[in-house]
């Protein structure tokens, strides 16, 4: 507080902010910013005395009051420092946890590749402690001599502190034993305490390195066997293209190399199947189950000609479960097909004429009722008895008489269409079955001419032969609806013939009952 005197107006008296008038007798003026002239000094010395001893007092508060305030604000600085040094160790011990905890061993180095920390990861990498390993060195005591030279890793050194991350494989090496595995190490450069520092994750792949190895070692053995093994393999897409074949495969179809087989088979189903149908039925039973095995089909070789494979296939499929692919082996088994395809002609076939005989005419008898029934249609049994033919056996010898079954039988065979079939049912027996024939009629003309053809003269080693035939006839479904009555109906039949002098042909009637055989 300033006291004085305004130089203006003499006798009055200033205070800060307000001005007082006192009057000569010492009290209070109501004009303001006047003072008397008059105006005793003592009056003043009071007022001065009192001003002296209320200021003070005033001022000691403010002051006390602005260091409370003060001290407040220093104590509040304390606490928050406090805080902020007690949340800086929590997370300097978080992150102490979590990099103790990362599975894989971190290593911290300086710019010089020396190491400032680890985590506890390493003791199990490589057999030492945290606190230990900050005393070796990372490429003379963590290293294998088979890892690239020092001066290829000053290289990538220079790169990580330039600021370009690394990412590669490593050979490290346990520090007790000397062992070693590998380990993917990726390296990056940061800031640690206000420098720059580089950190070295090391991840141990030593296990997935041996399956990798094996894998490839597996391979390698596989692709020996597929270009070494004898039977053809061969994988395929559900569009009919080869996707890969081994050599044995296309020397199995005549083809130069596999790229000769993928090059010139277009389509599986026509290119590769005798039939179009085989690669769909191979294909339905893939998708019905798991694998196929001894499938057997008619396949094409390069030249035209054709050859048997029997097929052990498997279907590799998508994630909706539908085959995509068709892999297997192929074996050639041309040799066993016809080895079986002899025993089935010998066992079915008549080995004299080369027509079918009684077990194969029974089988193709039910065959063609079944077929007869469903399209609602005739089906015509004939049976052929020789007259004549004994004598001939008799007097001439059996050769003889196996020469004139022979022309028998081809003769019988002119006169059929493809469709009927004809089959030595024993000794001089024949048997016919004619598929969809015009009821009685095309039957009587089938007949005549047969009996027409048996009749010609038969010339044998320089002789002629004569004989006939009789022939008895039974309609389905007429005369009976199955095998063995329309036989027996047709054997009647023939009977008949025989009993009315032979050389001559009878179709059933309704009231022809089965006979015995003719003598």
Partial sequence: MNVRFSPAVSGKFILPGFTLLLSPSGAWANTPNTF?????????????????VAVPPLLSRAFQKRVEERTQELQQQID?????????????????????????????LNTQAE?????????????????????????????????????????????????NAQSFEWIACRIKDRYEFDV??????????GQVAVLATLHDISARKWTENQLMHAEANYRTIFENVADGIYQSSIDGLFLQVNPAFARMLGYEDPADVMRSIEHISTHFFTQPQIKEELLERLEAQTEVTGFEAEVYRKDGSTLWVSISARGRRDSSGKVRTME????????????????????TTDQLTGLPNRYLFNQAFGRM???????DGYLAMLFLDLDGFKPINDNFGHDTGDRVLQQVAQRIRNRLRQSDMAA???????????????????VEEVCLALNQSLSQPYAVNGSTHLISVSI????????????????????????????????????????????????
């Avoid at 008397?36 to 002296?52: G, K, Q, R, S, Y």
């Avoid at 993917?184 to 305490?193: F, G, H, S, T």
């Fill in 184 to 193: 993917e190490v990726y390296l990056r450069r940061i800031r640690y305490r």
């Fill in 80 to 108: 928050d420092g406090k805080r902020l040094e007690q949340r800086a160790r929590q997370s300097e011990l978080i992150l102490r946890e979590v990099f103790d905890g990362v599975p894989d061993a971190i290593l911290l």
């Fill in 36 to 52: 008397d002239e008059n105006f005793a000094l003592p009056t003043l010395a009071i007022l001065i005395l009192v001003l002296a």
């Fill in 369 to 375: 009722l079944a077929q007869a029934r469903r399209a």
């Fill in 328 to 347: 297997g082996v192929a074996q050639d088994i041309s040799a066993r097909k016809r080895a079986e395809q002899e025993l089935r002609a010998k066992a």
């Fill in 472 to 519: 008895g006839a039974a309609l389905y479904p007429r005369d009976g609806l199955q095998p063995d009555r329309l036989m027996q109906i047709a054997d009647s039949a023939m009977y008949q013939v025989k009993q009315e002098g032979k050389n001559g042909y009878q179709i059933a009637t309704n009231d022809l009952e089965p006979q015995g055989s003719p003598t």
């Fill in 424 to 442: 030595r049912l024993g000794g001089d027996e024949f048997g016919i079955l004619l598929w969809d024939i015009d009821g009685d009629s095309g």
């Fill in 115 to 163: 190491i400032l920390d680890a985590n506890r990861q390493v003791e199990t990498l490589f057999g030492v402690s945290p606190a230990q390993i900050r005393t070796l060195d990372l490429l003379s005591d963590l290293s294998s001599p088979r890892n690239p030279s020092r001066e290829n890793m000053e290289q990538l050194w220079t790169g990580v502190l330039r600021g």
